[in-house]
């Protein structure tokens, strides 16, 4: 397990697991059905989506409204980000952050990447990264 796996709560488990599998490709690692719980990875990015629960092991810091995960968004790093652009806009989701090629001063040095960013069904945002240094290197 990777020492870092957000958990996202989420409004309805048929919606968003359809979502992350089926257009962005996350495969399903393990799931439990009686906790409307599943475990999903893509190119080695964990994410947990679970229903909200009435036992009390729901953690909240505050009271859930959408778009949930307000204040922050993950970025996804993926192999093929044009690719995976072209599935969302095929599956007609709304593009918050059109696909581009960024490029963020670090120290002296610079990292570029391919990016897009997107919400999902409950409004957490994901950015998807491409690293493109290497061959900004390459071509320098």
Same mark, same amino acid.
Do not use: H, N, T
């Given at each position: 397990m990777p020492p870092l796996v957000p958990e996202f709560y989420v409004s309805d488990l048929e919606v968003s697991l359809p979502f992350y599998r089926d257009i +962005?490709?996350?495969? !399903? !690692?393990? &799931?439990?059905?009686?906790?409307?719980f !599943?475990?999903?990875?893509?190119?080695?990015? /964990?994410?947990?989506?679970?229903?909200?629960r009435s036992d009390g092991r729901t953690f909240l810091a505050g009271r859930l409204m959408?778009?949930?995960g307000v204040g922050m968004h993950l970025q996804i790093g993926v192999s093929d980000a044009? &690719? +995976?652009h072209a /599935?969302? !806009?095929a599956a007609g989701l709304e593009i918050h952050l059109p696909l581009e090629e960024r490029w963020y001063r670090r120290d002296? /040095?610079?990292?570029?990447? +391919?990016?897009? +960013?997107i919400a999902d069904p409950d409004g957490y945002l994901l950015r998807f990264a491409q690293d493109i240094s290497s061959s900004h290197k390459a071509a320098s």
């Open positions: +962005l490709g996350f495969e !399903v !690692v393990y &799931s439990r059905a009686e906790d409307r !599943v475990y999903i990875r893509r190119e080695g990015a /964990d994410l947990m989506l679970e229903e909200p959408k778009p949930y044009a &690719s +995976l /599935d969302c !806009v002296d /040095d610079e990292a570029g990447q +391919l990016q897009f +960013l």
